[in-house]
């Protein structure tokens, strides 16, 4: 599917401001794929802002390298790897966001302590994920991560879930910020 097809039922403008990226933040993409939500995330936090993306894949990350540099955005540091060995930086990002990928990681407890490392004390996980339900077309069901699931693994990320809710006919978004430490 098609970024074009796939904006039908999918905003990552959005999602995005939903969920707190604005003029100057810093956002980790993890898993970006080929920056569905990467180049958006450059767009919203301008200048000033920062993005972070990373995927296993080279071809996605020289896709968004491409994209980036063919709109002037100069506020991406994106990497090749495994989002289980990934850690920017300590405390700086605004929002770490999970875009639809949280249950392809093969430690996905790994991925989540990382991001937690990554948060500033008031900053903010987002994880929009597909609904465990049958559809045409996602990941195959047994590999689904249901609500339930999700925020387990959050929270034993050392994460307080804020929400949890619908987003659109075919995801679930789950945001979560830091546990407030003594």
Not at 3 to 26: F, M, N, Y
Request: aromatic share 8%.
């Amino acid at each position: 599917m098609d970024d074009l097809e796939r904006r039908k039922w999918q905003d990552p403008e959005a999602i995005l401001a939903g969920i707190g990226v604005r003029k100057g933040s810093t956002v980790m993409d993890i898993g970006c794929g080929h920056g569905f939500f990467t180049i958006p995330a450059a767009r919203l936090v301008g200048a000033s802002g920062r993005v972070y993306g990373i995927d296993i894949s080279d071809v996605a990350i020289t896709q968004i390298a491409k994209k980036a540099s063919a709109e002037g955005l100069g506020n991406l540091t994106l990497a090749v790897g495994r989002a289980e060995d990934a850690v920017f930086c300590e405390a700086c990002a605004d929002v770490v966001f999970f875009g639809i990928v949280l249950h392809d990681f093969e430690e996905p407890e790994k991925v989540l302590s990382n991001a937690e490392r990554m948060l500033k004390p008031r900053g903010r996980l987002a994880n929009l994920d597909w609904k465990k339900e049958s559809m045409a077309f996602g990941p195959p069901l047994e590999k689904r991560f249901d609500e339930a699931r999700a925020t387990a693994l959050i929270e034993s990320a050392g994460l307080v879930v804020e929400a949890t809710a619908g987003t659109g006919p075919y995801h679930y978004m789950i945001t979560a910020r830091r546990k407030q430490r003594s």
